[in-house]
């Protein structure tokens, strides 16, 4: 892909180039980016499309559901329209509505183990939009084995958390940066943590939690402001306030 922004290309993100800190230099950075999105779902869908809004010149996704009716009080990118199609072609044709300029790359399986650590190499970012503790472990564990950036998030009923992991880097103190595993040693017992389905979530706080996904990653693509590394983001929808705590290598 050419890394020269077209006149239709400055024209659209013409109030990103008029940023001092992004300026056309910054815009080229995001066309040149690759970064593969985990789950078309609540947390997927506005990663996906503020991605390809802000110019991400190829989106990876990966999912092996399908659209249902009760997905789209939360997953945005879908609609009725698209009920029973597989959620990477749902977001793939509601990408080319968003920004025909992107290139898409659909992967319709689970993430696993075995194909994680070569389908993470393939790209420079991940965001990670998966909703349950082994997806999270497998690509955490992916990212940091192949050297690439992870932007974490998770949502509760009315709350969520981002964070920004680079463990395969030292951080301004000289030493390593924290790991997912250094946030969460092990993962629940099962059952401990409700599904989504069982607990429920308010559809706007994924739309919340998933935009902060999509600004780190702009962050980390095209180098400005300071990432949510060793620092874990906490949203608490119902009282309106941020909070922030640092977290180290163990």
Do not use: W
Not at 28 to 47: E, F, I, N, Y
Request: net charge neutral; charged share 20%.
């Amino acid at each position: 892909m050419t890394t020269a922004l077209t006149a239709d290309e400055i024209e659209r993100y013409a109030r990103h180039i008029v940023l001092p800190e992004v300026g056309g230099a910054g815009q080229q950075k995001l066309k040149q980016a690759r970064v593969l999105v985990t789950g078309a779902g609540g947390l997927g869908a506005p990663v996906l499309e503020y991605l390809a809004a802000a110019g991400v010149g190829t989106l990876g996704v990966i999912d092996d559901d399908t659209v249902s009716l009760s997905n789209l009080q939360r997953q945005v990118i879908h609609g009725t329209d698209t009920i029973g199609m597989l959620k990477t072609q749902s977001a793939k044709a509601a990408i080319a509505r968003i920004n025909p300029n992107i290139s898409v790359e659909t992967h319709t399986s689970r993430l696993t183990v075995e194909n994680a650590p070569a389908l993470v190499a393939k790209y420079d970012i991940v965001v990670d939009g998966s909703d349950n503790f082994e997806t999270r472990y497998v690509v955490a564990d992916a990212c940091a084995s192949q050297g690439k950036p992870l932007v974490h998030a998770a949502v509760g009923r009315f709350d969520g958390s981002v964070t920004v992991l680079k463990p395969f880097e030292n951080g301004g103190d000289g030493k390593p940066n924290p790991s997912y595993r250094d946030l969460f040693p092990e993962a629940p017992p099962p059952g401990l943590v409700p599904s989504c389905a069982e607990a429920g979530v308010l559809g706007a706080l994924t739309g919340v939690v998933g935009t902060l996904q999509a600004m780190e990653a702009i962050k980390l693509i095209t180098g400005i402001g300071e990432p949510l590394v060793g620092r874990l983001l906490l949203y608490d929808a119902l009282a309106a306030r941020f909070e922030t705590i640092r977290y180290k290598r163990r």
